[in-house]
């Protein structure tokens, strides 16, 4: 299922930038992203749920 999350993160990401200003994306760009070896204490932002894959189960 990781495949599914990474579609969703992609997604958001992208409607996350089309939200904000050419120059705030210009500096997002510049600055990248921060360097982390452990974040903790998020609550999980998609829940996701197993199911058999059959439409009507």
């Known amino acids: 299922m990781g495949w599914a999350f990474a579609t969703i993160y992609a ?5 996350y930038f089309e ?4 120059y705030a994306r210009r ?5 990248g992203a921060p360097k982390a ?5 998020l609550p999980p932002a ?5 199911g058999s894959g059959r ?3």
């Open 11 to 15: 997604k958001a990401r992208r409607r």
């Open 19 to 22: 939200s904000v200003g050419p």
């Open 27 to 31: 500096l997002i760009h510049q600055v």
């Open 37 to 41: 070896g452990e974040i903790t204490g």
């Open 46 to 50: 998609v829940s996701g749920r197993v």
């Open 55 to 57: 439409v009507g189960s």
